[in-house]
């Protein structure tokens, strides 16, 4: 990297944490703002200045990253900052939202004088920390070059994309493969426990061959392990997303039913106390308690 940055962060969950630290191990300058501001002051100790506002993190940044739960919130939180938002900074849009908030994030970055990139990620906490995330971006050419610092600081991987929203597009996509894999997982163990079926004589069966897979161990393996925390994802961001895939698909005519039946295994193991565990936590909707 030849020259270093100014980064805002707002939203220090599990993943803006880790991009936050990602970023000063880079060298750049990252301040950083969270509702809970217990989830943001232990990046003090990274080198972070805690902002007490999302102004305040703002301010003077050369690029503002925005990590927040959904598109109401990004809204909620750039309407405090806009007003000490730099003109021309890059606003880097990180969080999963839908596809009409992807239009209308970008029409009030356009009204504020940012220039707005679309930039959700793949990845969950453990790339994260170890700054291994794909990012999807999409926006303006002119500008890019300015953010590589910034993605190969955070990320193994950068996919550009055109215009906004084809980056959320293929996120999208990615994660209704993944929530499928996840829900697969945790029913087909679930089903082995109530045969008796030792699910370790179905890893064996089909071990080494095509329907074997790497993901389908892990996520098991955290529920067998009874590792679902901290989670990697937890079950309410998984709803969420599941939620946003299925509507997604409702809008251009495609009817969705493992995303539909998916996100309500999500709500009943919400509803069940799970909501802040892995996403593997499906499992326990399978069951009445």
Request: aromatic share 6%; glycine share 8%.
């Given at each position: 990297?030849t020259y270093t940055l100014t980064?805002?962060?707002?939203?220090?969950?599990?993943?803006?944490?880790?991009?936050?630290?990602?970023?000063?191990?880079?060298?750049?300058?990252v301040r950083v703002w969270?509702?809970?501001?217990?989830?943001?002051?232990?990046?003090?100790?990274?080198?972070?200045?805690?902002?007490?506002?999302?102004?305040?993190?703002?301010?003077?940044?050369?690029?503002?990253?925005?990590?927040?739960?959904?598109?109401?919130?990004?809204?909620?939180?750039?309407?405090?900052?806009?007003?000490?938002?730099?003109?021309?900074?890059?606003?880097?849009?990180?969080?999963?939202?839908?596809?009409?908030?992807?239009?209308?994030?970008?029409?009030?970055?356009?009204?504020?004088?940012?220039?707005?990139?679309?930039?959700?990620?793949?990845?969950?906490?453990?790339?994260?920390?170890?700054?291994?995330?794909?990012?999807?971006?999409?926006?303006?050419?002119?500008?890019?070059?300015?953010?590589?610092?910034?993605?190969?600081?955070?990320?193994?991987?950068?996919?550009?994309?055109?215009?906004?929203?084809?980056?959320?597009?293929?996120?999208?996509?990615?994660?209704?493969?993944?929530?499928?894999?996840?829900?697969?997982?945790?029913?087909?163990?679930?089903?082995?426990?109530?045969?008796?079926?030792?699910?370790?004589?179905?890893?064996?069966?089909?071990?080494?061959?095509?329907?074997?897979?790497?993901?389908?161990?892990?996520?098991?393996?955290?529920?067998?392990?009874?590792?679902?925390?901290?989670?990697?994802?937890?079950?309410?961001?998984?709803?969420?997303?599941?939620?946003?895939?299925?509507?997604?698909?409702?809008?251009?005519?495609?009817?969705?039913?493992?995303?539909?039946?998916?996100?309500?295994?999500?709500?009943?193991?919400?509803?069940?106390?799970?909501?802040?565990?892995?996403?593997?936590?499906?499992?326990?909707?399978?069951?009445?308690?």
């Amino acid at each position: 990297m030849t020259y270093t940055l100014t980064v805002g962060v707002l939203g220090t969950g599990i993943m803006g944490a880790a991009m936050a630290r990602n970023l000063l191990r880079s060298g750049h300058t990252v301040r950083v703002w969270n509702r809970s501001t217990d989830k943001a002051a232990p990046l003090a100790a990274d080198g972070a200045e805690v902002a007490a506002n999302p102004a305040e993190a703002v301010r003077h940044a050369d690029v503002v990253l925005t990590m927040l739960y959904d598109g109401d919130a990004v809204r909620e939180v750039m309407r405090e900052a806009f007003p000490a938002v730099q003109q021309d900074a890059l606003w880097v849009q990180s969080t999963t939202v839908s596809l009409d908030d992807v239009d209308s994030l970008g029409a009030e970055a356009a009204e504020h004088g940012l220039v707005y990139y679309d930039a959700p990620v793949l990845g969950t906490r453990q790339p994260a920390e170890a700054g291994q995330l794909t990012v999807l971006v999409a926006g303006p050419r002119a500008r890019r070059g300015e953010l590589t610092p910034i993605f190969d600081a955070v990320g193994a991987r950068t996919v550009w994309l055109d215009n906004p929203g084809d980056a959320t597009r293929l996120k999208l996509v990615a994660n209704s493969w993944v929530l499928a894999l996840t829900h697969a997982g945790a029913e087909t163990l679930s089903l082995a426990e109530a045969l008796g079926v030792d699910p370790d004589k179905f890893f064996e069966l089909i071990a080494g061959g095509p329907l074997d897979n790497g993901y389908l161990r892990a996520k098991t393996g955290l529920v067998r392990d009874d590792k679902l925390s901290p989670a990697s994802f937890a079950v309410a961001t998984a709803e969420k997303d599941a939620r946003l895939i299925a509507e997604a698909g409702r809008r251009h005519g495609v009817r969705l039913d493992l995303a539909e039946a998916g996100a309500e295994r999500f709500r009943r193991a919400v509803e069940q106390g799970h909501g802040d565990k892995d996403m593997a936590a499906t499992y326990y909707a399978s069951f009445d308690n």
